[in-house]
DNA sequence: TATATTTGCAACTAATTGGTTTCACAACTT
DNA sequence: AAGTTGTGAAACCAATTAGTTGCAAATATA
Protein backbone atom coordinates (compact mmCIF):
# COMPACT_ATOMS: atom_id res chain seq x y z
CA UNK A 1 0.00 0.00 0.00
CA UNK A 2 1.66 3.25 -0.97
CA UNK A 3 0.80 6.04 1.32
CA UNK A 4 3.13 9.46 0.51
CA UNK A 5 1.42 12.97 0.14
CA UNK A 6 1.77 13.21 -3.39
CA UNK A 7 -1.12 10.09 -3.80
CA UNK A 8 -3.16 11.27 -0.68
CA UNK A 9 -3.21 15.28 -2.19
CA UNK A 10 -4.08 13.73 -5.82
CA UNK A 11 -7.70 13.07 -4.84
CA UNK A 12 -9.87 16.05 -5.15
CA UNK A 13 -12.24 15.27 -1.78
CA UNK A 14 -8.74 14.78 0.00
CA UNK A 15 -7.36 18.55 -1.10
CA UNK A 16 -10.59 20.04 -0.21
CA UNK A 17 -11.00 17.76 3.28
CA UNK A 18 -7.65 19.60 3.99
CA UNK A 19 -8.51 23.22 3.38
CA UNK A 20 -11.44 22.81 5.22
CA UNK A 21 -9.97 21.81 8.09
CA UNK A 22 -6.96 23.97 7.78
CA UNK A 23 -8.14 26.61 9.62
CA UNK A 24 -10.13 24.80 12.28
CA UNK A 25 -10.71 21.26 13.44
CA UNK A 26 -13.27 19.17 12.42
CA UNK A 27 -15.91 15.88 13.21
CA UNK A 28 -16.24 13.14 10.13
CA UNK A 29 -19.93 13.80 10.12
CA UNK A 30 -19.40 17.84 10.28
CA UNK A 31 -17.11 17.60 7.37
CA UNK A 32 -18.80 14.74 5.14
CA UNK A 33 -22.03 17.59 5.39
CA UNK A 34 -19.78 19.40 3.14
CA UNK A 35 -19.71 16.73 0.23
CA UNK A 36 -21.73 14.75 -1.67
CA UNK A 37 -20.67 11.40 -0.49
CA UNK A 38 -21.29 9.15 2.56
CA UNK A 39 -19.91 9.39 5.98
CA UNK A 40 -18.04 6.14 5.96
CA UNK A 41 -16.17 7.64 2.49
CA UNK A 42 -15.09 10.44 4.24
CA UNK A 43 -14.29 8.20 6.78
CA UNK A 44 -11.58 6.25 4.74
CA UNK A 45 -10.59 9.72 3.12
CA UNK A 46 -9.39 10.66 6.64
CA UNK A 47 -7.62 7.24 7.22
CA UNK A 48 -5.54 8.23 4.37
CA UNK A 49 -4.86 11.28 5.44
CA UNK A 50 -3.74 10.11 8.81
CA UNK A 51 -1.87 7.47 7.50
CA UNK A 52 0.16 9.89 5.86
CA UNK A 53 -0.02 11.80 9.00
CA UNK A 54 -1.30 14.77 7.04
CA UNK A 55 -3.87 15.24 10.12
CA UNK A 56 -4.25 13.92 13.43
CA UNK A 57 -6.94 13.09 15.36
CA UNK A 58 -8.11 14.39 18.60
CA UNK A 59 -10.89 12.38 20.57
CA UNK A 60 -13.02 14.77 22.83
CA UNK A 61 -15.95 12.16 24.43
CA UNK A 62 -17.42 10.20 21.55
CA UNK A 63 -16.39 13.07 18.85
CA UNK A 64 -13.62 12.86 16.98
CA UNK A 65 -11.46 16.18 15.92
CA UNK A 66 -9.21 16.13 12.80
CA UNK A 67 -6.83 18.96 12.23
CA UNK A 68 -4.49 19.50 10.17
CA UNK A 69 -0.99 18.86 10.42
CA UNK A 70 0.32 21.43 8.72
CA UNK A 71 4.24 21.31 8.88
CA UNK A 72 3.78 17.67 6.63
CA UNK A 73 2.96 20.19 3.78
CA UNK A 74 6.02 21.73 4.25
CA UNK A 75 7.10 18.55 1.91
CA UNK A 76 4.86 18.98 -0.81
CA UNK A 77 6.66 22.51 -0.65
CA UNK A 78 9.99 21.21 -0.82
CA UNK A 79 9.47 19.05 -3.62
CA UNK A 80 7.94 22.52 -5.70
CA UNK A 81 10.94 24.62 -4.47
CA UNK A 82 13.39 23.13 -6.87
CA UNK A 83 10.86 24.09 -9.88
CA UNK A 84 10.55 27.69 -8.28
CA UNK A 85 14.18 28.26 -8.62
CA UNK A 86 14.17 27.63 -11.50
CA UNK A 87 11.44 29.92 -12.74
CA UNK A 88 12.16 32.55 -10.62
CA UNK A 89 15.50 32.71 -12.11
CA UNK A 90 14.05 33.00 -15.25
CA UNK A 91 11.95 35.88 -13.81
CA UNK A 92 15.15 37.40 -12.68
CA UNK A 93 16.74 36.81 -16.50
CA UNK A 94 13.67 38.48 -17.63
CA UNK A 95 14.19 41.11 -15.96
CA UNK A 96 17.85 42.15 -16.22
CA UNK A 97 16.60 41.73 -19.83
CA UNK A 98 14.45 44.43 -19.79
CA UNK A 99 16.93 46.56 -17.52
CA UNK A 100 19.35 46.04 -20.24
CA UNK A 101 17.29 47.58 -23.07
CA UNK A 102 15.86 50.50 -21.11
CA UNK A 103 19.55 51.65 -20.54
CA UNK A 104 20.48 51.09 -23.90
CA UNK A 105 17.23 53.65 -24.77
CA UNK A 106 18.81 56.14 -22.61
CA UNK A 107 21.71 56.26 -24.15
CA UNK B 1 -10.35 10.36 -17.52
CA UNK B 2 -9.36 12.41 -14.62
CA UNK B 3 -6.53 14.60 -15.64
CA UNK B 4 -5.10 17.29 -13.45
CA UNK B 5 -1.95 17.90 -12.24
CA UNK B 6 -1.82 16.77 -8.91
CA UNK B 7 -2.99 13.16 -10.25
CA UNK B 8 -0.27 13.31 -12.76
CA UNK B 9 2.54 14.64 -9.98
CA UNK B 10 0.84 11.58 -7.54
CA UNK B 11 2.96 9.04 -9.29
CA UNK B 12 6.64 8.62 -8.22
CA UNK B 13 8.47 7.89 -11.76
CA UNK B 14 6.44 10.81 -12.85
CA UNK B 15 7.88 13.06 -10.60
CA UNK B 16 11.17 11.64 -11.27
CA UNK B 17 10.87 12.38 -15.13
CA UNK B 18 10.49 15.83 -14.20
CA UNK B 19 13.13 16.53 -12.43
CA UNK B 20 14.80 14.75 -15.28
CA UNK B 21 13.62 17.12 -17.84
CA UNK B 22 13.88 20.25 -15.62
CA UNK B 23 16.99 21.50 -16.64
CA UNK B 24 16.85 20.29 -20.13
CA UNK B 25 14.84 18.62 -22.75
CA UNK B 26 15.08 14.67 -23.40
CA UNK B 27 14.13 12.13 -25.37
CA UNK B 28 11.63 9.70 -24.25
CA UNK B 29 14.58 6.89 -24.88
CA UNK B 30 17.32 8.84 -23.47
CA UNK B 31 14.32 9.12 -20.14
CA UNK B 32 13.67 5.60 -20.09
CA UNK B 33 17.60 4.66 -19.74
CA UNK B 34 17.27 6.20 -16.51
CA UNK B 35 14.63 4.12 -15.18
CA UNK B 36 14.04 0.29 -14.89
CA UNK B 37 11.08 -0.08 -16.37
CA UNK B 38 10.35 0.11 -20.57
CA UNK B 39 9.85 2.64 -22.80
CA UNK B 40 6.64 2.07 -23.36
CA UNK B 41 5.52 2.95 -19.98
CA UNK B 42 7.80 5.96 -19.93
CA UNK B 43 5.88 6.79 -23.29
CA UNK B 44 2.75 6.49 -21.41
CA UNK B 45 3.46 8.48 -18.33
CA UNK B 46 4.85 11.17 -21.35
CA UNK B 47 1.65 11.08 -22.68
CA UNK B 48 -0.05 11.48 -18.90
CA UNK B 49 2.68 14.70 -18.25
CA UNK B 50 1.25 16.23 -21.58
CA UNK B 51 -2.27 15.81 -21.38
CA UNK B 52 -2.50 17.96 -18.49
CA UNK B 53 0.15 20.20 -19.97
CA UNK B 54 3.33 19.73 -17.49
CA UNK B 55 5.87 18.99 -20.35
CA UNK B 56 5.72 19.86 -24.30
CA UNK B 57 7.05 18.08 -27.14
CA UNK B 58 10.08 19.56 -30.08
CA UNK B 59 10.07 16.94 -32.77
CA UNK B 60 13.99 17.15 -34.00
CA UNK B 61 13.53 14.63 -37.36
CA UNK B 62 12.49 11.15 -35.71
CA UNK B 63 13.53 12.23 -32.28
CA UNK B 64 10.66 13.82 -29.65
CA UNK B 65 12.34 16.20 -27.00
CA UNK B 66 10.29 16.92 -24.49
CA UNK B 67 10.74 19.79 -21.79
CA UNK B 68 9.05 21.16 -19.08
CA UNK B 69 6.03 23.44 -18.93
CA UNK B 70 7.37 25.00 -15.68
CA UNK B 71 4.44 27.65 -15.70
CA UNK B 72 2.07 24.50 -14.66
CA UNK B 73 3.98 24.28 -11.76
CA UNK B 74 2.41 27.23 -10.45
CA UNK B 75 -0.70 25.79 -9.64
CA UNK B 76 0.63 23.61 -7.48
CA UNK B 77 2.31 26.01 -5.68
CA UNK B 78 -0.57 28.23 -6.08
CA UNK B 79 -2.41 25.90 -3.80
CA UNK B 80 0.36 25.09 -1.38
CA UNK B 81 0.08 28.54 -0.74
CA UNK B 82 -2.93 28.48 1.21
CA UNK B 83 -1.34 26.51 4.19
CA UNK B 84 2.46 28.62 3.51
CA UNK B 85 0.48 31.61 4.50
CA UNK B 86 -0.71 29.52 7.86
CA UNK B 87 2.82 28.07 8.80
CA UNK B 88 4.16 31.17 8.19
CA UNK B 89 1.63 33.49 10.64
CA UNK B 90 2.23 30.72 12.90
CA UNK B 91 5.89 31.65 13.04
CA UNK B 92 5.38 34.76 13.13
CA UNK B 93 3.41 34.56 15.87
CA UNK B 94 5.80 32.79 17.41
CA UNK B 95 8.73 35.49 16.37
CA UNK B 96 6.27 37.99 18.08
CA UNK B 97 6.49 35.62 21.50
CA UNK B 98 10.13 35.25 21.66
CA UNK B 99 9.74 39.20 21.43
CA UNK B 100 7.67 39.86 24.09
CA UNK B 101 9.58 37.30 26.61
CA UNK B 102 13.21 39.16 25.48
CA UNK B 103 11.49 42.83 26.19
CA UNK B 104 10.28 41.51 29.48
CA UNK B 105 13.66 40.56 30.04
CA UNK B 106 15.03 43.47 29.66
CA UNK B 107 12.88 45.54 31.44
C1' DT C 1 -31.16 0.06 31.72
C1' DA C 2 -32.70 1.06 27.12
C1' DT C 3 -32.00 4.02 23.23
C1' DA C 4 -29.71 7.28 20.24
C1' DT C 5 -25.46 9.21 18.40
C1' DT C 6 -20.76 9.15 16.59
C1' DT C 7 -17.51 6.68 14.78
C1' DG C 8 -14.32 2.97 12.57
C1' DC C 9 -13.93 -1.27 10.04
C1' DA C 10 -14.92 -5.26 6.91
C1' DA C 11 -16.74 -7.03 2.63
C1' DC C 12 -17.99 -6.15 -1.84
C1' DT C 13 -18.00 -3.64 -6.51
C1' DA C 14 -16.96 -0.83 -10.58
C1' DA C 15 -13.56 2.01 -12.43
C1' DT C 16 -8.85 3.35 -12.91
C1' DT C 17 -3.96 2.62 -12.85
C1' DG C 18 0.69 1.29 -14.26
C1' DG C 19 2.76 -2.11 -16.41
C1' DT C 20 3.65 -5.51 -20.29
C1' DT C 21 3.85 -7.31 -25.20
C1' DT C 22 2.92 -6.54 -29.89
C1' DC C 23 2.37 -3.79 -33.76
C1' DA C 24 2.55 0.20 -37.16
C1' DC C 25 4.61 4.23 -38.96
C1' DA C 26 7.87 7.77 -40.01
C1' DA C 27 12.60 9.20 -40.49
C1' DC C 28 17.31 8.43 -40.97
C1' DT C 29 21.39 5.33 -42.91
C1' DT C 30 23.56 2.11 -45.98
C1' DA D 1 15.48 0.13 -52.08
C1' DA D 2 16.34 -2.28 -47.72
C1' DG D 3 17.39 -2.17 -43.09
C1' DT D 4 17.76 0.33 -38.67
C1' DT D 5 16.18 3.56 -35.25
C1' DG D 6 12.82 6.37 -32.52
C1' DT D 7 8.39 6.69 -31.46
C1' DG D 8 3.16 6.26 -30.30
C1' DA D 9 -0.88 3.36 -29.83
C1' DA D 10 -3.65 -0.80 -29.03
C1' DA D 11 -4.80 -4.91 -26.38
C1' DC D 12 -4.39 -7.12 -22.39
C1' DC D 13 -3.49 -7.95 -17.16
C1' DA D 14 -2.82 -7.56 -12.11
C1' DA D 15 -3.16 -4.32 -8.54
C1' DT D 16 -5.15 -0.37 -6.55
C1' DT D 17 -8.74 2.98 -5.85
C1' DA D 18 -12.90 5.29 -4.28
C1' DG D 19 -17.15 4.29 -3.44
C1' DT D 20 -21.08 1.53 -1.40
C1' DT D 21 -23.80 -1.20 2.35
C1' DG D 22 -23.90 -3.41 6.69
C1' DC D 23 -22.19 -4.05 11.23
C1' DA D 24 -19.88 -3.45 15.83
C1' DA D 25 -18.10 -0.61 19.57
C1' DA D 26 -18.02 3.25 22.51
C1' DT D 27 -20.09 7.27 24.51
C1' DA D 28 -24.00 10.18 25.64
C1' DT D 29 -28.92 10.73 26.93
C1' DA D 30 -33.71 9.36 28.37
Known amino acids: M???IFQAIADPT????????????MTPNAIAEHFDTTR???SKHLRILTECELIKQEQKGREIY????IDKMKEVDKWIAQFRKIWE???NQLDNLLLTIKTGEEK
Open 2 to 4: RRD
Open 40 to 42: QAV
Open 14 to 25: RRAILTLIALQA
Open 89 to 91: ARF
Open 66 to 69: YQLE
